[in-house]
């Protein structure tokens, strides 16, 4: 996924309790014009502004370059061919029809 086409998100301060162990973040999600396949970013902590907390120990996300990154995955609910509608999409014309048209654009 690519950021300010697929999501929108900017370096953002994520500020933790004493005891806190996770935090919430908005990132924004574009809208796809076509049908896309599942897609993936990654989201790192990477610095303490303040305060002596520690990044590292155990994690479910992936250790790159010995940095802690978390990835998100981006599932699109979008009905392959060109988001065909639910009533239509028991009929192999249709599935087509609407197969052909997502090929044109």
Same mark, same amino acid.
């Given at each position: 996924?690519?950021?300010?086409? /697929? =999501? #929108?998100? %900017? /370096?953002? *301060?994520?500020? #933790?309790?004493?005891? %806190?162990?996770?935090?919430?973040?908005? +990132?924004? *999600?574009? %809208?796809?014009? !076509?049908?896309?396949?599942?897609?993936? #970013?990654?989201?790192? *902590?990477?610095? $303490?502004?303040?305060?002596d907390? $520690? +990044?590292?120990?155990?994690?479910?996300?992936?250790?790159t &370059?010995?940095?802690?990154?978390? !990835?998100?995955?981006?599932?699109? /609910? =979008?009905?392959?061919?060109?988001?065909?509608?639910?009533?239509? !999409?028991?009929? !192999?014309?249709? $599935?087509?029809? =609407? =197969? *052909?048209? %997502? @090929? @044109? &654009?």
């Open positions: 996924a690519v950021n300010g086409k /697929d =999501y #929108f998100f %900017e /370096d953002t *301060l994520v500020s #933790f309790s004493a005891s %806190e162990m996770t935090a919430e973040v908005t +990132i924004k *999600l574009m %809208e796809p014009k !076509r049908y896309k396949t599942t897609q993936y #970013f990654e989201v790192e *902590l990477y610095g $303490v502004s303040k305060g907390a $520690v +990044i590292g120990g155990p994690t479910l996300g992936f250790e &370059h010995e940095s802690r990154k978390a !990835r998100v995955y981006i599932s699109y /609910d =979008y009905a392959f061919p060109n988001n065909i509608p639910e009533q239509k !999409r028991k009929s !192999r014309w249709w $599935v087509m029809w =609407y =197969y *052909l048209q %997502e @090929r @044109r &654009h």
